[in-house]
């Protein structure tokens, strides 16, 4: 089983920015996609962006696009999301996942989550 354990979440002002990591351990040889999810109160859950083993793969939500980066370092198995130009409606909880086929996050459906670390914009 992988444990995923996020970090970097916290308060920050409509327009800022913060980065999200997410160190992955345990049985990671089927963890060939890694991603972002959010849940925000009284909605559902969705998936922020995802990357594959090489980086060479990304995908982002249409809400997101030109705002968020995802990467990864294999190395330090260690995912990151880079949040710019951040919203109020960007609040919500951060779910790390891991996932071995992408099909998996695009159906909300990874075989690990993360704890979830809490993200707040404030106008």
């Known amino acids: 089983q992988v444990q995923l354990v996020e970090s970097g979440g916290g308060l920050v002002q409509a327009g800022g920015s913060l980065r999200l990591s997410c160190a992955a351990s345990?049985?990671?040889?089927?963890?060939?996609?890694m991603g972002w999810f959010r849940q925000a109160p009284g909605k559902e859950r969705e998936l922020v962006a995802a990357i594959n083993r090489s980086g060479g793969t990304t995908y982002y939500a249409d809400s997101v696009k030109g705002r968020f980066t995802i990467s990864r370092d294999n190395a330090k198995n260690t995912v990151y999301l880079q949040m710019n130009s951040l919203e109020i409606e960007d609040t919500a909880v951060y779910y790390c996942a891991a996932a071995a086929f992408m099909n998996y996050m695009t159906n909300g459906s990874p075989g690990d989550w993360g704890q979830g670390t809490q993200v707040t914009v404030s106008s």
């Open positions: 345990g049985r990671t040889v089927s963890s060939n996609f």
